[in-house]
């Protein structure tokens, strides 16, 4: 048995970054700040690498990973572009989107990684500090969300060490992250296909190619995305939507101007700044000891469909199978 790693947090400075890439290099687990989330990263060409993430993370099963690259051309050595991904590539990467396209076979991404697909999912992050680091690595980073199975995305390195500390080598601190949700996963296998909504809203998508995404109907059998099982992204608390007050006994999780919510996801009522507190806020409601949350109605445009989409999850009766 090999000892537990001790857990580095590093402040996101140049000499943190290329302590990480070496980390890296060197076959170990690196939790870094992109725009959406925290990612954990791995080598992705390296499959004990793989493999030892998907134990940190505990994972019962091997959903497939993004790869994160730095730039297009990166992104064209892993995977077939058709006109629509091509579009879609010029017109929002660096950013929070994540294409899922024909895999090349000479990808040289760790079979594992892509959990036996003949598709691979690639995204090139917009944050610098992640930017600076895939620059620093040169080849592709697979990076799920850098938590627990089953917890809340993590937009802080706090919540990164609270979930994996001595089971990853290096967490990047750099802040919270902007986004705040996990990116926007578009299928460009035939139609293009939403397969997750995301910190990219559908509108912005849908007006760069012209026309209407397709909608990929997951379920808990047959996820088109694997990792969008019903009861993904899952707090301890119990929650209740759309409420218009607490009940007795219930944290309010609330959302525009009212007076007596325990947390706000945007006293204005902008949906930028509720997307940005969602899982911090889920977190912190969790932390307190709440055992029951009455979230307030958050409307259904913009990033509202992935709020409510991780909301709806949020709320879902846990499968233990995420
Ligand atoms: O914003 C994000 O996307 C963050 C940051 C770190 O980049 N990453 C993230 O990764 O959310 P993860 O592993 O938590 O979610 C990735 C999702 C999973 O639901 C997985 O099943 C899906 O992408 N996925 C990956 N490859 C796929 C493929 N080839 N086909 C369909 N779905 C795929
Ligand atoms: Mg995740």
Do not use: Q
């Not at 036996?116 to 990076?143: M, Q």
């Not at 932390?287 to 409307?299: D, E, L, Q, W």
Request: net charge neutral.
């Amino acid at each position: 048995m090999t000892a537990e790693p001790a857990t580095r947090v590093l402040k996101a400075d140049k000499a943190a970054i290329s302590a990480a890439a070496a980390c890296l290099a060197a076959g170990g687990l690196v939790a870094f700040p992109t725009e959406t989330v925290y990612g954990l990263g791995a080598d992705a060409g390296n499959g004990e690498v793989v493999a030892r993430l998907y134990a940190a993370k505990g994972r019962p099963r091997f959903n497939p990973l993004i790869a994160h690259v730095g730039s297009l051309e990166a992104a064209r050595r892993l995977g077939r572009f058709d006109a629509a991904a091509e579009t879609l590539a010029t017109t929002f990467w660096p950013g929070p989107l994540t294409l899922v396209l024909p895999k090349r076979p000479d990808a040289g991404i760790a079979d594992l990684a892509l959990a036996g697909l003949d598709s691979v999912a690639v995204r090139v992050p917009a944050h610098p500090v992640a930017r600076a680091l895939l620059a620093e690595f040169k080849g592709p980073v697979v990076a799920p969300s850098a938590n627990r199975s089953g917890h809340v995305s993590p937009t802080e390195a706090a919540h990164v060490l609270a979930d994996l500390r001595g089971r990853i080598d290096i967490i990047i601190d750099a802040g919270p992250c902007p986004v705040g949700l996990e990116s926007t996963i578009v299928a460009c296998l035939a139609d293009p296909t939403l397969l997750r909504p995301g910190g990219l809203p559908r509108e912005a998508i849908e007006r760069a190619l012209g026309r209407k995404l397709a909608d990929a109907t997951t379920d808990d059998e047959t996820p088109l995305a694997p990792g969008m099982l019903t009861s993904h992204y899952a707090p301890k608390a119990k929650l209740r939507l759309d409420a218009a007050a607490a009940e007795p006994g219930e944290a309010l999780l609330g959302f525009g101007p009212v007076p007596d919510a325990t947390l706000n996801l945007s006293p204005r009522g902008d949906l930028i700044e509720a997307a940005a507190n969602l899982f911090s806020h889920l977190r912190a409601l969790d932390a307190s000891g709440a055992k029951r949350i009455a979230v307030m109605k958050v409307p259904h445009e913009g990033l509202g469909e992935a709020i409510n989409d991780r909301l709806a999850r949020a709320a879902a009766p846990k499968t233990g199978t995420s």
